[in-house]
Structure formats: C-alpha cells, structure tokens
C-alpha cells in the first residue's frame, strides 16, 4: 500500500475537496479510510503520475464503526482535467468492488457533500436518481444514501462495454 502517495495527493489538493473545515479535520477526513477502510489510487497509465483517490469507511463514526453495513465515502477526487465518464466508471467500479471485499454485507453507502457544490450537482442528481437513494440536508453539508446493490447495477451499467485498465488500483 502507497499511504503516502495517498496522503500526499490528497493533501495537496485539500483546498480543491471544498471541505468547510479546518485543516486539521480535513486531515482526518482524508487519512480515515486509511485506518478504518480502504484507499485507492487513480494512475494515469503513460506516466503513472496519482491523478485521483478516493476513500471510505465501513460503519460510521456516530455509531463507534459497529454500523458496518453502512460504508462511508470520505473522500473522491479526481484531477479536473481527467473528469470523464470512462474513468469515473472504472473508478467508480473499483470502489464498489473493494467495499464488498471489506465488508460483504454492505447495503448502504453514504458521503457528505457541501449543499451548495453546484459543479458537482449533474451528478448527485445521477445518484439520487437511483432507487432508494436519498439525501438530507443538514446546515450546509448533505447526506447522500444510496443502496449498495443500486449503487452496484449503475456502475456496472457504466462499464458495459468498457475495457478493464491496471490504472487503477487499491494502495
């Protein structure tokens, strides 16, 4: 595992997340997945330059991580130039994958997002169009649910047809 690779990236693209807290919660946003789930990092396959992570959890920190059948989705970023539907489907797939390998009896899967993220509202709306998915806000964070097993379907509709690339790969 490239904890650091993770760490750092992450690190450096803090400001970019839009997270409304201070660095030191943001901090522990980003490494969480590190010590409570999984991380992975996205490569671009030419230079193997880090061009995106993504991290979650199972179980939430409200409920001291027993509600595992809950994972959490603490962080999922992408550099903007790479932002296309193919890579966000083998992203995308290769999270779902790694949930179920941590905890095969996940149903649900949660992550928070500032209210107002306009950039990022085409696809929220992706997710919330998904059945049984849902969202609530609280202040000027919202809650976004979506069954694993709805989540699954979507992303295996998004890589029908897509050919399987090493580029991405859990740390």
């Known amino acids: 595992m490239d904890h650091e690779a993770y760490a750092n990236f992450l690190i450096e693209h803090q400001q970019e997340l839009n997270l409304p ?10 490494s969480s997945p590190l010590l409570f789930g999984q991380g992975l990092l996205i490569f671009e396959e030419e230079s193997f330059e880090v061009i995106g992570a993504a991290g979650f959890v199972c179980g939430t920190g409200a409920n001291n991580y027993e509600d595992r059948h809950i994972c959490q989705v603490e962080v999922a970023y992408l550099l903007p130039v790479y932002r296309r539907t193919p890579l966000f489907a083998l992203s995308l797939h290769a999270v779902v994958t790694l949930m179920k390998e941590e905890e095969p009896g996940v149903e649900q899967v949660q992550f928070w997002a500032s209210t107002g993220e306009v950039e990022y509202r085409r696809l929220f709306s992706k997710f919330l169009a998904l ?22 379907a979507y992303s295996q509709r998004l890589r029908q047809g897509r050919v399987e690339s090493p580029a991405v790969r859990p740390i």
């Open 21 to 30: 807290y201070p660095f030191a919660i943001k901090l522990s946003f980003l």
């Open 131 to 152: 059945p049984g998915a849902s969202a609530l806000q609280e202040g000027s964070l919202t809650c976004y649910r979506i069954p694993f097993s709805a989540l699954e």
